[in-house]
């Protein structure tokens, strides 16, 4: 069956390549054949395999494995975007799936991925952990789950005209909901005020990247 590069092509979230062809092989043998990359996988289970187009391949999620062993961490976040984005498999489901997979090779990078990518905090929880960064940015006390252009924004400072959102990855990964959030974003610009977003992982994870942000936005508003 079609593996590794050559699967994720076939599912259309990974590019096609211009070397050999990779082909796993679920018995011992000795292939050598010309465009042709073998890999002799005994173990390999038959809820592995599946068809696509009538072509044996490897089930998607085995493909996100195989690839999270060769790809570096951004160009397997990429196909794990692509894979959602195709409808092919959502990040939540892929995490899942790899609990039937532990110990395996590929499985502890794509968890480290997953779990950036589904990172949530509770409103409680994020507001904790935000307002000290922005305070530290020299900005006031925010307005909270406040309707600003008939949207409920996360926090809000009338006096500087500047919109935080925040976005926990999982609700906000549809093209849908992209679309919305873009619209958001457009009209506040529009009315003249400075929207901008962070994720709840960079809350949680990237402080000091969300305070460097923060300090030079609201410096920028001030001067204005």
């Not at 939540?92 to 950036?116: C, F, I, S």
Request: aromatic share 6%; hydrophobic share 35%; net charge neutral.
């Amino acid at each position: 069956m079609l593996s590794h590069g050559s699967a994720a092509a076939l599912w259309g979230i990974g590019p096609e390549g211009s070397g050999p062809v990779d082909v796993s092989i679920r018995r011992y043998c000795n292939l050598s054949r010309s465009g042709i990359k073998a890999r002799v996988r005994p173990g390999l289970p038959e809820c592995d395999v599946t068809e696509r187009h009538g072509i044996p391949v490897t089930t998607p999620v085995r493909t996100l494995i195989d690839q999270a062993t060769e790809l570096t961490p951004s160009r397997l976040q990429r196909m794990v975007n692509e894979a959602d984005k195709h409808d092919v498999i959502d990040p939540e489901a892929l995490r899942t799936a790899l609990d039937d997979h532990a110990g395996e090779r590929g499985v502890k990078p794509l968890r480290t991925l997953l779990d950036r990518l589904t990172f949530r905090l509770s409103d409680t929880e994020l507001e904790v952990l935000f307002r000290p960064i922005a305070a530290k940015a020299g900005l006031p006390v925010p307005l909270t789950k406040e309707m600003v252009n008939n949207f409920e924004v996360d926090f809000y400072w009338p006096g500087l005209g500047l919109v935080v959102e925040t976005d926990g990855w999982r609700y906000h990964r549809t093209p849908s909901a992209q679309s919305s959030d873009a619209r958001r974003d457009q009209v506040h610009t529009a009315s003249g005020l400075t929207p901008l977003r962070f994720s709840h992982y960079q809350v949680a994870h990237e402080p000091k990247h969300v305070l460097r942000i923060l300090t030079a936005t609201a410096a920028n508003l001030q001067r204005g």
